[in-house]
């Protein structure tokens, strides 16, 4: 298994200062429909997978080839505007967007796995009004490629001669033959306690963490947040939390979590679950072991501490104020 490397979410230093229109509907990084990647009114030009010994009408990519293994492939074309189109076609690496949806970096970033393995026949293409072109491409993996699932893509772009680029993929998904070993941590637990004005209400926590995809599959995190007392006693478990992102191996994506209706009880315990998603190429899903993680934090209920304190200098103030009345009644007597 590969060494993940650590990835966050944020796509700084993938992004260009260009304007970017990123268009992968045909691949499931925007998760429509099957067919070709559609053209809007910005771009003239639709993309598709060929159709050879692979298949016909496929909706995306995807090999599963040993270490210095080769295959080939093509990439379909079609300009449906009214002029010729000159684009770019290369190849790129995946990662995930902070809005959480699958992304190509741009071509002037350096891919090291699907990008630098996938090979176009010609770095660039023209296309002629209503016609369509094929650009074939081969897929050559070193012999040291680690085993595992790798995301990447062809990239079709056209840069119009003001900084803007757009562009139209279609996705590649590749597992390395070897072994699988998917994993899934959470990381950086926290929980913080908002409080309450009322002394003998319940108040709001939030609780954030990392998820880190450390094993060599794409995964989906299923999640569950609880919150409890000591013993176990008053706990709130949070309701539906929607699933992760596909992460991709060595990638990260951060949660916060409010809880609500959480008694102050000294001592907090913050539990996260994550259920891993495995999603074979045939988009079958597999549930995998459960991966737990706790976290404790203190709690001090200051709204019902300083009634207490209160309480107890009235109490103290009411018997010396008896003290001193009694003792001026015994001086009083003599």
């Not at 741009?106 to 090979?119: I, L, P, Q, R």
């Not at 992102?245 to 679950?273: I, N």
Request: hydrophobic residues 40%.
């Amino acid at each position: 298994m590969r060494p993940p490397t650590p990835r966050t979410t944020t796509a700084a230093g993938t992004l260009t200062q260009a304007t970017v229109v990123v268009l992968l509907a045909a691949l499931g990084f925007l998760g429509l429909g099957a067919g070709p990647a559609a053209a809007d009114g910005d771009v003239p030009w639709t993309v598709g997978t060929a159709s050879n010994d692979f298949g016909s009408g496929r909706q995306n990519y995807s090999y599963t080839l040993n270490p210095g293994g080769q295959l080939k492939d093509g990439l379909v074309v079609v300009n449906r505007g009214t002029t010729p189109l000159h684009l770019a076609v290369y190849a790129a690496d995946a990662f995930t967007a902070e809005e959480g949806k699958l992304d190509l970096v741009t071509k002037d970033t350096k891919s090291t796995e699907v990008g630098a393995w996938v090979h176009t026949e010609r770095p660039d293409v023209t296309v002629r009004p209503g016609e369509s072109v094929e650009v074939p491409f081969t897929v050559a993996l070193p012999d040291d490629a680690a085993p595992g699932e790798y995301m990447g893509g062809i990239v079709t772009s056209l840069t119009d001669g003001v900084n803007t680029d757009r562009r139209l993929g279609i996705r590649i998904r590749l597992r390395v033959g070897g072994e699988l070993k998917p994993g899934l941590a959470v990381e950086d637990l926290r929980v913080r306690y908002s409080g309450t004005p009322n002394p003998f209400g319940k108040g709001d926590a939030t609780v954030t963490y990392t998820i880190h995809n450390t094993g060599n599959a794409i995964l989906t995190a299923r999640q569950a947040v609880s919150i409890s007392g000591p013993f176990g006693r008053l706990g709130v478990r949070v309701g539906q939390i929607d699933d992760s992102p596909q992460l991709l191996p060595g990638d990260t994506w951060k949660v916060s979590v409010p809880v609500h209706e959480v008694v102050p009880a000294l001592r907090l315990t913050g539990t996260v679950a994550l259920v891993p998603l495995l999603t074979d190429a045939s988009n079958s899903v597999a549930p995998l072991a459960v991966v737990e993680t706790t976290t404790h934090a203190w709690t001090a209920p200051w709204t019902l501490l300083l009634l207490v304190v209160v309480l107890c200098g009235l109490v103290v103030a009411v018997f010396r104020h008896r003290r001193r009345q009694s003792k001026l009644r015994e001086d009083a007597q003599e």
